[in-house]
């Protein structure tokens, strides 16, 4: 995977993640008048999946699958 941090048409900054063969996985979803403002977006972002068991949770969730809490009766 790779992230890249770019300037778009109307002079704002953008993120997007692409898989190895090149297709785009996610972007910023919007612009961010510096380069620096980007690139915390993107910290942000790593900051997020740090937490791998966190980032597991919410794919499950939005899947609609059985997450390990439920399982525990909880």
Do not use: H
């Not at 704002?12 to 979803?29: Q, Y």
């Not at 791998?52 to 390990?68: D, F, H, I, K, V």
């Amino acid at each position: 995977m790779r992230v890249t941090i770019y300037e778009d048409k109307a002079g704002e900054f953008r993120w997007r993640l692409s898989a190895t063969n090149g297709k785009r996985i996610a972007d910023s979803g919007e612009g961010y008048k510096t380069r620096r403002g980007a690139e915390g977006a993107v910290r942000r972002l790593l900051e997020a999946v740090s937490n791998s068991a966190a980032l597991e949770l919410a794919c499950r969730r939005a899947l609609g699958e059985e997450t390990p809490e439920a399982t525990d009766g909880q």
